[in-house]
C-alpha cells in the first residue's frame, strides 16, 4: 500500500465544493453522518438530474458484489452525463479485494468510486494511487469536539447559540451527530427571524419527542418488543421523519451490535472493544443491553434484511405508502428473526 497522508473531513469537503472531484475516495470509520455530508456533495456535483442518477449512479454493498463486476460497472462510460458514481459500503468484504488493485492505479477519470467502510484501518491487500485517491478516516466526535461543530454549524446559518442550549442539545440527541444536524435544521426553522438560540427554544420544540426518536426505537428494537416498536416508528413518521434517516440509523445500529458481538466472541475486553471501535462510551454502554437479544448470526441476517429493504425502497422512492408498508414489515422480520 503506498504511503497518503489521510485527508481531513474539512479538506474534501473543500475540494468536492471547488469540483475537484477525485476517481476514487476511501471512506473509513464510523462516524456516518459526515460521510453521508461528504457523498451527497458529490452526488450534487455529479448527478445532475433524475435521469442521470437512474442510469449512472449505483449502491452496492462488498458481500453482495464480486470484485470483476464492480471493476467493469466502473469502467462503463457514463450515460448522458460526464461522470458515473459508484458508493460501495462494506468494501472490505468484497472477495478477492487485491484484484481491485489493478483498477486502482489506473481508475477511469469519468467515474468516481466512494468505497465505504466501518473499519478503521485499511486493508493491507489494497494498492492505491495517491494523486487519484483521497483517504480520511471518520471518528465519532467526542464532548468537546460536538460542542464546537454545534457552534460552527449555528454560526455557518448566522445563528449564535448558547452554551446551555448546546448542552441541552447534546443531551437530548445522546451525542449522536446525525441526530443533532436533524434537529439543528428544525431550530433553524424555529427561530427564523432572530439571531439566538436558546435552551427554551429547545424544550419548545422538541417536548417529549424524545419518547419517539431512533434512539427509543433502537431501544426498543434492542429488546425485540415490536408492538413498542412499531408505536415508536408511527410516531415518528407522524413528526414528519423521513424513512432514508430511520433507514440509516437501523442500518448504523445493528452494524455496531455486529462488532461488538464479534469482538466479545474473540474475548476481548470492553475497554479494547471501545479502542478498537473508537466508539463514544456513552453509545457503547447503551447498546450492550441488545447484546442479550441476539447472536452473531441472527444479526448478519439482519444485516442482509437491511440490504434487500435497502434495495427494495430505493426502487419505490415514488410511492410513499409502499415505503411505510415495507417499513415496517422489515421490522417485524428484524424483532422475530
Not at 437530548?172 to 424555529?190: A, H, T
Not at 433507514?247 to 448504523?252: D, H, I, R, T, Y
Not at 445493528?254 to 473508537?278: A, C, G, P
Amino acid at each position: 500500500m503506498m504511503s497518503q497522508p489521510f485527508l481531513k473531513y474539512s479538506q474534501i469537503l473543500t475540494q468536492i465544493k471547488k469540483a475537484e472531484i477525485r476517481p476514487v475516495y476511501i471512506f473509513l470509520g464510523e462516524e456516518h453522518y459526515l460521510k453521508v455530508e461528504l457523498i451527497e456533495e458529490i452526488k450534487k456535483q455529479i448527478m445532475k438530474s433524475d435521469f442521470s442518477m437512474d442510469f449512472n449512479f449505483n449502491h452496492l454493498y462488498g458481500s453482495q458484489v464480486d470484485t470483476e463486476t464492480l471493476s467493469q460497472i466502473a469502467n462503463t462510460l457514463p450515460v448522458f452525463s460526464e461522470k458515473r458514481m459508484i458508493v460501495v459500503d462494506e468494501f472490505e468484504r468484497l472477495k478477492s479485494l487485491e484484484k481491485l488493485n489493478s483498477y486502482l492505479e489506473n481508475p477511469m477519470g469519468n467515474t468516481c468510486l466512494i468505497l465505504n467502510s466501518l473499519e478503521k484501518d485499511l486493508p493491507a491487500s489494497l494498492v492505491y494511487s495517491s494523486k487519484d485517491c483521497s483517504v480520511a478516516i471518520f471518528y465519532p466526535l467526542w464532548e468537546k469536539q460536538l460542542n464546537q461543530w454545534i457552534i460552527n454549524d449555528a454560526r455557518d446559518n448566522e445563528k449564535i447559540i448558547r452554551p446551555d442550549a448546546v448542552e441541552r442539545l447534546m443531551d437530548y440527541c445522546d451525542n449522536s451527530l446525525l441526530e443533532i444536524k436533524q434537529e439543528l435544521e428544525k431550530l433553524y426553522l424555529y427561530t427564523a427571524g432572530r439571531n439566538q438560540i436558546t435552551s427554551e427554544d429547545i424544550q419548545n420544540l422538541t417536548g417529549d419527542n424524545k419518547k419517539f426518536s431512533i434512539f427509543t426505537l433502537t431501544d426498543a428494537l434492542g429488546q425485540k418488543d415490536f408492538k413498542v416498536v412499531i408505536r415508536i416508528y408511527r410516531r415518528m413518521k407522524s413528526m414528519g421523519e423521513k424513512d432514508i434517516v430511520i433507514f440509516a440509523s437501523l442500518n448504523n445500529f445493528f452494524h455496531s451490535l455486529w462488532k461488538i458481538l464479534y469482538y466479545k466472541e474473540m474475548k476481548i475486553h470492553d475497554d479494547e472493544i471501545l479502542k478498537k471501535m473508537s466508539m463514544n462510551p456513552v453509545r457503547f454502554k447503551k447498546l450492550l443491553p441488545a447484546l442479550s437479544h441476539f447472536s452473531y448470526s441472527s444479526i448478519r441476517c439482519i444485516i442482509d434484511y437491511l440490504f434487500q429493504y435497502d434495495m427494495k425502497l430505493k426502487t419505490l422512492y415514488m410511492v410513499h405508502k409502499h415505503k411505510h408498508i415495507l417499513m415496517e414489515e422489515m421490522l417485524y422480520r428484524i424483532c422475530f428473526s
